[in-house]
């Protein structure tokens, strides 16, 4: 390794703080621009509340959550920065990108599998997820990020700083999804490039 990138590298791990990145990237493949999409993070260190989040499970009843974003312009999402956290069974889940059909959660565009997730309670870290090729967003469309845990598993997604309340849609069962506009949101930023 270089002496110029062991500097960068060092720049971004000391940038990130406490944002678990779950993919590698090299320094030259990191947009230069990001675009906030959508976000409901905290400043810095308290992005997130640690101790609270909304209970992602393949353990019955299965459940599931999905939280909606609306871009301002035609994007590339490029990457998803989520508080999932792990609370028993397997350590994976998946997140991913849907359509919207009708205002609900509609088909998966892109899923991005996740392993070693932060233990709940314990490690308040960022999982951020790089999606690479990018997925086209529309302007004007709603898109919706879902998170799923692995077969026999059970998750957090942990909520905002704040305790804000928003658009969230649930997926309890085999019911199909179901949205409440005043619900605790779980801490998402969705960013982009043009």
């Excluded at 999932?84 to 998966?108: E, M, R």
Aim: glycine share 8%; charged share 15%.
């Amino acid at each position: 390794m270089k002496k110029s990138e062991i500097t960068l590298l060092c720049v971004v791990l000391l940038t990130l703080g406490n944002i678990r990145v779950t993919a590698q990237t090299k320094p030259a493949d990191l947009p230069s621009s990001l675009i906030t999409i959508y976000t409901n993070l905290g400043p810095r260190p308290n992005w997130f509340n640690c101790h609270a989040g909304l209970r992602v499970s393949q353990i019955a009843p299965t459940e599931e959550w999905a939280m909606p974003f609306t871009p301002q312009g035609d994007y590339l999402l490029v990457e998803v920065q989520i508080a999932l956290t792990w609370v028993s069974g397997f350590n994976k889940a998946t997140v991913s990108i849907y359509t919207d059909q009708g205002g609900l959660p509609g088909t998966s565009i892109r899923d991005y599998p996740l392993s070693n997730l932060p233990k709940f309670g314990v490690s308040c870290y960022l999982d951020n997820l790089k999606f690479s090729p990018g997925v086209k967003l529309q302007k004007g469309k709603q898109y919706w990020v879902v998170a799923k845990a692995a077969n026999l598993s059970n998750d957090k997604w942990n909520l905002t700083y704040n305790g804000a309340n928003g658009t969230i849609a649930r997926k309890l069962g085999t019911a199909g999804w179901t949205v409440n506009n005043s619900a605790p949101l779980g801490a998402l930023a969705v960013l982009a490039v043009q």
